[in-house]
């Protein structure tokens, strides 16, 4: 969940919207979910956000910062490495 | 009670039912208008949608999906709890063993024996009473123990995690040689009870007499031996509570037996030899007659006849404690030897 919402969130968005890709992307995701670990992200220096007014109302956008980018592509890099591992670890089943 | 109320009236109801959950903090304020934004979008998407704006129903149906305020606050609150995993397995071991291995038998076997004996025959008020107060001790101790824990996670338990050596883990066990924990359970009840018995032995001396009491007397030769039984009883009794703690000390069970029976051992020899160098009116070292029956030469013959019978009985004690120190000994010298087998025959490892 955490990658994935790092991943979104080279793009900038606010809470709703990056909700709604994350299930359109079929990962739903709960308030009391999203945005405690947002903030929790956020803490841990891997977004940055800031309140913005927009379409009239006040909304909090996000953004991945400079070490978040780092982090996510070490993330990604474990996550590839897991996939394969269990790539191998099907076929090698599959053959038996 | 249904209020009514507009769409947007209900939102800021709902935020503000979810405020009163939500810990007071520093984000407090900052989460509730993120939920706010977020519900507000979602109706508004609505909205759209439909092409008219929400009522009140459907406002409250995108509020149900959410969830109750007090569920919401607690899954954007911050994660609380009274004890944490670093200390919930000790608190759970400490509340057991105050609990069920300390106040459990102090009170069915010391308080209650002991409040039993001064009801004066009023035996179902007097173990209501014991048990009404193990019950209500029981609470207190648990109230007491989660206190002093909850603090302790507050104020220990980050350097607690840290601070544990795997050198300092207790060594194996051996299954073969642990005593079981029936037999460590009856000997600590048996402690238990000996121990209430010899306490209240001076003031009813109807627990050893019985119905002897009317006519025999129990002989000042208990007064220099009453201390030292007590405390060898008491000595038992924190045996089989080390025993029952500490079942990784294999070792001990042996050992302390040995030593215990050799004390046993000395006194009743002590007691033997000081028997025999009395030298009252017809050799009565243990038992006396009463007053109301010292002219009773029916009597005279009963206490000669006690006399005689417990010195036979403190020998036959001594014996027996003389045969089991040999077994104790036998028993531990094959403990210590299976414990170092290489001590035992080095000449066959190679």
Not at chain 1, 14 to 38: C, Q, S
Not at chain 2, 114 to 140: E, I, K, Q, Y
Request: net charge positive.
């Amino acid at each position: 969940m955490t990658l994935a919402v790092l991943v979104q969130l080279r793009t900038e968005q606010y809470g709703y919207t990056l909700r709604k890709a994350l299930a359109d992307d079929g990962l739903a995701i709960d308030e009391g979910t999203l945005y405690p670990l947002l903030r929790r992200l956020e803490s841990q220096g891997l977004l940055v956000s800031q309140w913005r007014e927009e379409d009239k109302r006040n909304k909090r956008f996000y953004r991945l910062s400079r070490t978040g980018e780092q982090i996510l592509k070490q993330l990604l890099d474990e996550w590839q490495g897991i996939n394969s591992s269990l790539d191998r670890i099907l076929q090698e089943a599959g053959r038996i | 009670m249904s209020k009514s109320s507009t769409p947007r009236e209900l939102l800021s109801r709902y935020l503000q039912a979810v405020r009163f959950w939500l810990p007071r903090s520093r984000t407090q304020e900052d989460l509730l208008a993120e939920l706010g934004e977020d519900l507000r979008s979602q109706i508004e998407e609505k909205e759209t949608e439909l092409g008219r704006p929400l009522d009140e129903k459907e406002v409250s149906d995108v509020l149900k999906r959410c969830g109750s305020p007090m569920l919401v606050a607690a899954r954007l609150g911050p994660k609380g709890y009274l004890i944490g995993p670093t200390l919930f397995p000790i608190y759970t071991f400490v509340l057991k063993m105050v609990l069920l291995w300390i106040l459990v038998p102090v009170f069915l076997f010391i308080v209650g024996p002991v409040n039993v004996a001064s009801a004066g025959g009023r035996w179902g008020d007097a173990w209501a009473n014991t048990l009404g107060d193990l019950w209500s001790g029981l609470f207190v101790a648990a109230g007491i123990i989660t206190l002093v824990f909850a603090v302790l996670e507050r104020t220990h338990a980050p350097s607690w995690s840290s601070k544990w050596d795997p050198l300092k883990l207790p060594p194996l066990q051996r299954p073969e040689r642990r005593t079981s924990l029936v037999q460590t359970v009856c000997d600590m009840a048996f402690s238990y009870f000996g121990l209430i018995w010899l306490l209240l032995l001076p003031h009813y001396p109807i627990l050893i007499l019985g119905p002897a009491k009317a006519f025999l007397k129990l002989s000042p030769f208990w007064h220099s031996f009453y201390v030292p039984i007590l405390l060898l009883t008491l000595v038992a009794l924190l045996r089989s509570t080390i025993t029952l703690v500490r079942p990784q000390w294999d070792w001990f069970p042996l050992s302390a037996q040995l030593v215990q029976t050799a004390f046993t051992l000395i006194l009743l020899n002590f007691m033997i030899h000081v028997a025999g160098q009395t030298h009252n009116a017809g050799w009565h070292p243990f038992v006396i007659l009463a007053d109301s029956a010292r002219n009773s030469l029916q009597y005279a013959r009963v206490v000669a006849i006690v006399n005689v019978s417990i010195l036979l009985g403190l020998i036959s004690a001594w014996l027996a404690m003389c045969i089991a120190a040999l077994v104790q000994c036998w028993q531990l010298m094959r403990y210590l030897r299976r414990r170092n087998p290489g001590a035992q025959q080095p000449a066959h490892s190679t």
